[in-house]
């Protein structure tokens, strides 16, 4: 019998100690799950079931897609467009596969600790992961009414973020000197971060050009993912920002609250409504033009009040200070990086040390580089980002 140990000193206040070790003794039962003829299930009332016998596996789903997606939605194929050839999955898609890869992926995982506006966000305030959530339902919500492969969209849009370094787009100025082709997250979540994953290459492509400065996606589920990406960050970090008093609804253009409301539930209907409606007029993924207009003062709104304030800007230079400082310590003393008993140590100050200087510190949360900022640098508490500030 499982039993629940308590400290020397007694139970804390206001906890029995007997209703906890009753609980504990309750559910050390259901350890093995509960036996009826051969078969576990969670509970001992358990009865729910799928009314069928009939296993719904890959092949039968791929083929109904044939007639359930919209005649230009990515159709899903055995294992999939991948560098290195896998075998087929009996049961999920070769787009579902990728989502679950990432799902369990440290670097996607990491996004949790990395900025999306801003650095060591409080609790209610949104994180690169969140981000990526909000994109995901976003975007699914288009795709789903379109006709389009959910899998992928989900795939593209949980992934997107991958190849975000610390401290946010600061990153990408603070990085992009070390390497010939620049560091932009997009490009690099795709070509580095994401790559031993061996996702497909629609996967790939929908990550690598998810931003509007990029080539366009080639399929409409990495068209999609590009809308929702923007939706999504211009209505959460006005709502972050409002909520930590920076701006206020009062403030937003005219268009934007003519077209779109003041609430972050009012704008995002009204946005992905524009795309559902605009691209069933035309068979094209878009937005109609006030909803678009809309978005476009909206984010610039966004722009002028929030990512470029004082303490933004400020903010964003001490990242930037911080990480090539961290890339030029790495390249110097490569052996700092080795992660494994095995890791192969590049030779310092070598093309190779500082690619890998580059990667790790791109991987980076925003507190494990402040971490190295204090540890390997001697950087004073004082002079790594602080978080929010509100003035």
Known sequence: MNTVETPAEGPAEGIDSSESHSRAIAWAKTMHGFD????????????????????????????????????????????????????????????????????????????????????????????????????????????????????????????????????????????????????????????????????????????RNHSWSRPAPQTPEGEVVSWADRIAYVCHDFEDAVVTGIVSPSQLPDIVRTYCGETRSSQLRAFISSMIGASLHNGRVGMKSNEADALAAFRKFNYDNIYMREASRNQAKTVIDLLRALVEHYVAHPHLMATQPHHEISPSHSEQALRDAVAYVGGMTDRFACRQGAALLGWEQSRLPQGIDTH
Do not use: M
């Open 36 to 207: 009826n003829d051969g078969i576990r299930f969670a509970h001992a009332d358990s009865w729910a079931g799928a009314g069928s016998t009939h296993i719904v596996d890959r092949r039968e789903r791929e083929a109904r897609e044939h007639d359930l997606l919209a005649p230009l939605a990515t159709r899903s194929f055995g294992a999939g467009n991948r560098a290195v050839a896998e075998e087929e999955d009996p049961f999920r898609t070769c787009f579902e596969r990728d989502r679950d890869r990432i799902l369990h992926a440290s670097a996607f995982r990491r996004l949790a600790g990395k900025t999306q506006v801003f650095v060591f966000p409080q609790d209610h305030q949104r994180t690169r992961l969140t981000h990526a959530l909000e994109v995901a339902q976003v975007a699914t919500a288009v795709s789903r009414a379109l006709g389009l492969n959910v899998a992928l969209t989900e795939a593209i849009a949980l992934g997107h973020d991958c190849g975000h370094g610390p401290g946010g787009h600061a990153s990408e100025d603070a990085l992009s000197p070390f390497i010939p082709e620049g560091f932009d997250h997009a490009v690099w979540g795709a070509n580095v971060t994401l790559v031993p994953l061996n996702l497909c290459s629609e996967t790939l492509d929908g990550i």
